[in-house]
């Protein structure tokens, strides 16, 4: 079952909209197909980064959900990553963070390159890859907007931001929850 903030995310909360429906039906018969899993997934991104052409929804729901996996392990390494100060646990951490990048690197290039067959597939994508601003979206993007790889420079300052606007963005919600609860 899909987490609930993955379907929030995913504009998957009022399951009543024909639009919605179909595309809470292509992430089933992803999951169904097991387009989800990593090797499916990432197999599929290789093909359409070697030929472009046109993903079916479905095919589009398994690649959005790997990518949100791969988000989320993402996020738990960071975590990781700032609660050591062990130099081979951290360097094992850092391998593993920058093979996650570049198989989202590909599955955004992979969805970025293919048409889609409806537009809720493209909303779908809009929502996964345009409007988030974790790391690692931001650092694929950038990526992208350069056509190569970021420097370490580049990456640490991209790191600063993504979390100074995370920093806003919870204090910007811890205000909201205030005024509410004063309303």
Do not use: C
């Not at 650092?139 to 370490?152: I, M, N």
Request: aromatic share 2%.
């Amino acid at each position: 079952a899909m987490m609930e903030s993955d379907r929030e995310s995913l504009g998957l909360d009022a399951l009543d909209n024909p639009e919605r429906r179909g595309w809470a039906q292509a992430l089933d018969d992803a999951r169904t197909q097991g387009l989800h899993e990593p090797e499916k997934a990432m197999r599929l991104a290789a093909e359409v980064n070697a030929t472009p052409r046109a993903l079916s929804d479905t095919e589009t729901a398994g690649l959005v959900q790997h990518a949100a996996k791969l988000k989320n392990d993402h996020r738990a390494l960071m975590t990781e990553i700032d609660a050591t100060n062990d130099p081979a646990t951290l360097s094992t951490k850092a391998a593993e963070a920058n093979r996650i990048e570049q198989e989202f690197d590909q599955l955004s290039t992979a969805l970025r390159k293919s048409g889609t067959e409806k537009g809720r597939a493209l909303a779908a994508q809009k929502l996964t890859l345009d409007e988030n601003y974790d790391l690692m979206s931001v650092k694929s993007r950038a990526k992208a907007a350069k056509g190569e790889a970021l420097t370490p420079e580049q990456s640490a300052k991209f790191e600063a931001m993504s979390k100074e606007l995370a920093d806003t963005h919870q204090k910007l919600a811890d205000m909201e929850t205030k005024m509410k609860e004063q309303a």
